[in-house]
């Protein structure tokens, strides 16, 4: 599943080419994706101009000059292409401007579109349970402390917790962890402030870091212009079950299962 990276390296590739430009064409190739489309999105639409592009945890935001935002999250496999050569069945929703074609492609139909007022967005359902951005201001070892306060869950299944920090997946949770030096299952509720301190300094690199290198590519994941996110390349513990930890501690790297996802972490120097 597309990470927050992804879909952060995603709104960067369309920010060039979509941003300001007006939609002369909205279509619809079919009536839903893993929601139907909204009711009038055509109408609402077609014709406006985008106004600026960002992105809410895993979400990408398309934002026009009509009060309204177009959030679209891409699931297991969605992705957008931009001036594809040829045209792909699972091409669901396609957006025109005078220069570009851009293609919303989702093989499995676990992504999905919706559009949201904008001075509404931050009371949207997803979005208005959603513990801080991890790449933003509001992620603070204090804060993050007292909302971890006499939790018995462990510290990786509650970095999960989407109410706690916004947009954190499984792939960075476990790279964050390992830099941080914190065992992954340690109750979250006994992790010292100097950790968190860590920690919230891991969060923050690994996603720079992965952002920067276009997103891990895993399985169906290509940025907008096609090219192949190289971060997988740079793991230091996401799936190298008995390798050796980069650390040169001696430790191998050990996978165990949390809340149904598979864990990577060096027993030796995670504690």
């Known amino acids: 599943m597309p990470e927050l990276p992804e879909v952060e390296t995603t709104v960067r590739g369309l920010a060039r ?3 300001g430009e007006r939609l002369e064409a909205v279509i619809l190739n079919r009536a839903d994706m893993r929601f139907p489309f909204p009711q009038g999105f055509v109408q609402a639409l077609s ?6 592009l960002a992105r809410r945890a895993k979400y990408g935001l398309v934002h026009t000059d009509r009060d309204s935002t177009m959030v679209f999250h891409l699931g297991m496999s969605g992705r957008w292409r931009i001036d594809p050569a040829t045209p792909d069945k699972h091409d669901h929703l396609v957006l025109a401007t005078a220069a570009h074609r851009f293609a919303l ?3 499995r139909r676990f992504g999905f579109v919706d559009l949201v007022a904008t001075e509404a967005l931050d009371a949207w359902p997803a979005f208005a349970a959603m513990g801080p951005e991890p790449l933003g201001p509001d ?3 204090l804060r993050l402390k007292s909302a971890l306060a006499g939790r018995k869950a462990a510290i990786k ?3 999960l917790d989407q109410r706690v920090v916004a947009g954190l997946g499984n792939i960075y949770v476990c790279e964050a962890l390992w830099r941080a030096g914190i065992d992954p299952r340690r109750a979250a509720g006994r992790v010292s402030l100097a950790a968190l301190e860590r920690l919230v300094t891991a969060i923050r690199e690994v ?13 169906d994941y290509a940025r907008p212009d096609g090219q192949l996110g190289y971060f997988s390349k740079l793991f230091d513990v996401y799936d190298r079950e008995g390798e050796a930890c980069r650390r040169d501690d001696g ?3 050990r996978r165990v299962a949390q809340g149904g996802r598979s864990t990577w972490f060096c027993p030796r120097c995670q504690r």
């Open 157 to 159: 299944l509650m970095l």
């Open 105 to 107: 492609c989702d093989p």
């Open 139 to 141: 992620l603070q070892a």
């Open 251 to 253: 430790g191998a790297i």
């Open 47 to 52: 014709g406006a101009r985008v106004t600026g």
């Open 17 to 19: 080419f979509l941003e």
């Open 207 to 219: 996603l720079e870091e992965a952002i920067a290198a276009g997103g891990s590519t895993l399985r």
